[in-house]
């Protein structure tokens, strides 16, 4: 009836930093990372990675700076230098696009 509690869809898009490959490419990313010396700045650093469905990394780019130069480029060179998972079978398509929150507190 109209007073039904409904229940969340508990499905995810597989892309999503929560998903099943995104949360597998957040974790490789977050163990490259490593805080640049010469800061003591905080921010996030958004960036939109481009990525083959064998894992190879095609692109990486900054949609949204954290504010800080080199809390960027930290962002960037933690997932040039991570190994990324293949995409699994039920994610069609031979690229796909990632958004990605590189968060840098201390």
């Given amino acids: 009836g109209a007073n039904q509690v409904r229940r969340p869809d508990r499905r995810r898009d597989p892309r999503q930093p929560d998903g099943s490959v995104g949360g597998a490419i957040r974790a490789r990313i977050e163990r490259h990372k490593r805080y640049p010396s010469g800061t003591r700045a905080s921010g996030t650093a958004h ?12 692109g990486v780019g900054l949609r949204r700076s954290s504010g800080d130069a080199r809390l960027d480029a930290a962002a960037v060179r933690a997932v040039r230098r991570a ?3 293949a995409a699994p079978d039920r994610l069609p398509g031979a690229r796909h696009r990632f958004n990605l929150p590189v968060a840098f507190t201390r």
């Fill in 47 to 58: 960036l939109v990675l481009d990525v083959a469905a064998d894992g190879q990394l095609l």
């Fill in 83 to 85: 190994r990324l998972p």
